[in-house]
């Protein structure tokens, strides 16, 4: 099964903190361009997104995600620079990717993420729901994570008086269909 990108969402909330977060803002970041497949019979799934197609703070997202202030474009733009370029080095580090395998519990997924040129396994839970003709599936679930667990050292500024969390919250709605193809789509869940 092919990863369905136009039906699939990956969301990072990340949060302010600091003496001085009052001035700041929680961000949410997300992709919308998920490549890759998913194996049910197997309990495999690998996928991946380019960093530098992520958005920033999409209206929606932050409301969803329970944010009340609305940064103005000026800050989304430089969070978005300050992000790709100063945090996760984007161009040296242009994918995250996410090779997922079931553990002997049915909900519970071990998950190799390569964020940063860093590989860490997390436990991941999941909630999987397959239609009954076998051809469409939805997983959904989210964790937190720690930026410095991949190596990244979360943005601060006036000796980190403002800064970002560590702690991330990832969340994701993944959605794949039998009969797809497209790019990145050739990747193979069973290795």
Known sequence: MHIAPDESLLT?????????????????????SLQGVVAPA??????RFR????SVDEAGLRQAAGLTTTPSADAIAGTRHNMLV???????????????????DKQVFDADIT??????TVQLPVRVEQAADGRRLQASGS????????GIVPFAVLGGA??????????????????LSGPGSTASPGR
């Not at 960093?51 to 992520?54: F, G, Q």
């Not at 984007?90 to 553990?103: C, D, G, M, N, Q």
């Not at 970002?164 to 009969?179: G, K, N, S, Y």
């Open 115 to 120: 964020l940063h040129g860093v590989t860490r």
């Open 162 to 179: 403002m800064a970002v969390q560590d702690q991330m919250e990832l969340a994701f709605r993944i959605t794949a269909r039998q009969d």
């Open 51 to 54: 960093l530098d197609e992520m």
């Open 143 to 150: 964790l937190l994570l720690k930026q410095s667990d991949f």
């Open 12 to 32: 990072i909330t990340v949060r302010r903190g600091g003496a001085l977060a009052r001035l700041g803002h929680d961000h949410v970041v997300a992709s919308r």
């Open 86 to 104: 100063r945090v996760l080095e984007a161009e040296r580090y242009p994918w995250v990717s996410i090779k997922a395998r079931r553990t002997g």
């Open 42 to 47: 197997l309990g495999r799934a690998q996928f």
